[in-house]
Structure formats: C-alpha cells, structure tokens
C-alpha cells in the first residue's frame, strides 16, 4: 500500500500489514478523514492475497480517546438538520463492519487509554491484547448521546453479554485491563513491554495458515454470531447519532 495517510502509518511487512493510528496530539480521536483512510485501507486488504493478519495499534500515550467530538459543531453549521453526522456514522459503520468481515485475521494492540470510539474499534477486530495498564470507558451518556456509534451495541452484547453492558453503559465508568478480560474485551493482557511478543504468539501460527481455511472460518464466526439476532437496529446508528446531537446542539445555542 502506498497510500501517503495523514492520520495512519502503514507498514506492510510480509504477511502481516500494520496499521497505527497516528494523530496523538488529539489521543487519535476518531476524525472523518481517520475513518476515511481506514476504509482505504481496509478496502484493499481483499485485494492483496499475500495479507493474512492486520495489526491496529496507536501512536503515543492511548490508543484511541474517542470521536474526534470538535468535528461536530462544524458539520452541524454546515447541515442542521444533521446530513453530515449521519454521513460520518455511515462511515463509522463501514469502517467496524470492514474489520470484522475483511478475509483476513483482524488485531487489536490496546494501551493507554481505549475510550468510545476506541473500544468500537478494538471491540470489531477478532483478537484484542492489552497491556495491564490499559484504561477502558464508554463514556457516551456522560456526553449526552446514545452509545450509537459503528455499531458498536449489538457487538458489545454478543461479546459481553447484556446485564454487564448494561452496567457498562448506563454508568459510564472507568474499568481497567483485567477487568476488560474478565469481561471479553481483551483476550489477554500482558504488561505493556510484553504485549508485542504477545502478538508474536497469535501472529506466528496465523500466517502459516491457509488463506481459504482462515476466510471460511471467519464466515463461519460472523454468521453463526448473527444467527440469533432477529433485526440489526445498529442500522440506525447514524440517524440517533446525528439526532442526538443536532438537538443538544440546539439546546446549548437556547
């Protein structure tokens, strides 16, 4: 890939293609061009036939801190009625959906603080290590909006399950990497020095597996995760999202 990003770096090494989120004055918020260079990223990675594994990690302190929340106002001036947002939830939903359904193995590498915007991308890569002083939150309904972001419910309450995302969510707490396991959020933790050899380990045997075998797998994963759910109401993340925003936007200028 040779792609010159502004919020990413790319590195593409042999069978296993790493991308960090490269914006850490902002904690590597979550902006629209972040998710619009992710989706070109990602939407090449089925092309490239010699990619098993795919690294997502960030630059400096944190992970990721969120949506980038300055974007709002902006896209709110330019369209009150809330198109822009509903554009850029769109985007979010690609970009969680992209990792969890691309051919290859999808890997989150967690430090720092994981907040919002950041456990939805974390929580739509297939695997998930974190160093032990990893700090998680959702801290949507603090801000005064639905956790509606990427789709980011349905895949909490099928990996977490629905009494402790509840608690999760309605309080808006901090929670640390151990408990992030006990949870499934992470599926191992290791302190921070060792979590690249951590990754060694998955990455290793990953890459010697059959291309064919793997994709069929995570059909496999993705269907019979979806076999019980009825309806996908995340569908309509975008439009409470905007929604949700336009009014507090409205409130804030009363």
Request: contains cysteine; glycine residues 10%.
């Amino acid at each position: 890939m040779t792609h010159d990003f502004k919020t990413l770096l790319v590195t593409h090494e042999g069978p296993v293609l790493r991308v960090r989120l490269n914006t850490p004055d902002t904690g590597n918020a979550v902006s629209g061009l972040m998710l619009d260079e992710l989706l070109a990223v990602l939407g090449a990675l089925d092309d490239d036939t010699d990619i098993r594994v795919l690294v997502l990690s960030g630059e400096g302190d944190d992970f990721c801190l969120g949506g980038d929340r300055s974007e709002f106002p902006e896209l709110l001036a330019q369209d009150a009625g809330g198109l822009a947002l509903r554009a850029l939830g769109n985007k979010a939903r690609r970009v969680c959906d992209a990792l969890a359904t691309t051919d290859v193995v999808t890997v989150a590498r967690l430090h720092g603080g994981v907040v919002g915007a950041g456990v939805g991308l974390a929580l739509f890569c297939d695997l998930r290590a974190g160093a032990d002083t990893t700090r998680f939150r959702l801290p949507e309904l603090g801000l005064g909006v639905p956790p509606a972001w990427g789709g980011i419910m349905p895949r909490l309450l099928h990996e977490v399950g629905a009494a402790k995302v509840r608690e999760l969510i309605l309080t808006a707490r901090n929670f640390d990497a151990a408990t992030a396991k006990e949870l499934s959020l992470l599926h191992t933790v290791v302190p921070e020095a060792e979590l690249d050899a951590a990754l060694a380990r998955w990455i290793k045997p990953l890459v010697r597996r059959s291309p064919t075998a793997l994709r069929t797998a995570k059909l496999m994963l993705n269907a019979y995760g979806k076999a019980n759910q009825l309806a996908d109401a995340s569908l309509f993340d975008a439009e409470l999202l905007s929604s949700a925003l336009s009014v507090a936007q409205h409130t804030r200028r009363g």
